[in-house]
């Protein structure tokens, strides 16, 4: 579950067609790809993610985009592949919540009997970023079902701001960025779990970095851009 709530958490766009008028802040052409590296507290690498857009469609004002993702974790094993579909209509970016939970997730479940049912918001990202503004909440919810027990998983992202602008540096440049804040609240069969996150968003680069922290300030985690191509 834990790969839900990083997916959901760490939203990243991209795709040919796609104007800037409608994506300022994620580089929507096909072919596009960039590497994140993620990496514990103590700075110890804990895996790598690679993200390319595979295709690009435009359709009565809507752009669809499919975005390839893998997951190799700290000795470059394989962990997983998935497909997920990213929309920018009016100036806003979606990311589709249904997508969200993996293929080889649902086809394991599936195998094994078991059925699924995900209800959610989408994940918004407007172009007209200013610092202080207030972000639209989102969230998603997966069902699991199965002989005599149903299993709930729920994310909610809450509290989403523009709280700042800075420039960062990272193995993949320097960046002037906007610093997004959120709360992270993950949900498993009653059990709940409270992070807070920050995300530093780059003009035509998307996601440039991102910091999970514990309730008590702690850092948990980071995920930062290390290869950029378009």
């Not at 857009?53 to 094993?77: L, Q, R, Y």
């Not at 195998?111 to 990202?125: F, H, R, S, Y």
Request: net charge negative.
């Amino acid at each position: 579950m834990r790969t839900l709530i990083l997916i959901y958490s760490f939203f990243l766009a991209t795709s040919t067609t796609f104007s800037q008028d409608c994506s300022k802040y994620y580089p929507m052409e096909e072919g596009t790809s960039f590497q994140y590296t993620m990496t514990n507290k103590k700075g110890k690498t804990e895996g790598v993610t690679d993200y390319s857009i595979t295709n690009v469609e435009n359709s009565g004002g809507v752009t669809n985009a499919t975005m390839n993702m893998k997951f190799t974790d700290e000795k470059g094993k394989e962990i997983m592949v998935s497909d997920y579909k990213i929309s920018c209509t009016g100036g806003t970016v979606k990311i589709d919540y249904n997508s969200l939970v993996p293929s080889q997730m649902m086809k394991q479940y599936t195998d094994m009997g078991m059925e699924m049912e995900i209800n959610g918001t989408d994940i918004e990202l407007p172009n007209n970023l200013s610092v202080g503004q207030d972000l639209a909440d989102a969230n998603v919810a997966m069902t699991i079902k199965m002989t005599g027990m149903n299993m709930t998983i729920k994310v909610d992202q809450l509290n989403r701001k523009v709280e700042k602008k800075e420039s960062i540096t990272t193995p993949a440049g320097t960046f002037d960025c906007y610093v997004l804040t959120q709360d992270n609240i993950s949900e498993t069969m009653g059990a709940k779990q409270t992070m807070h996150s920050k995300l530093w968003l780059a003009e035509g680069v998307g996601m440039v970095k991102q910091e999970t922290y514990k309730k008590n300030g702690d850092i948990t985690n980071q995920m930062q851009l290390t290869k950029f191509n378009k």
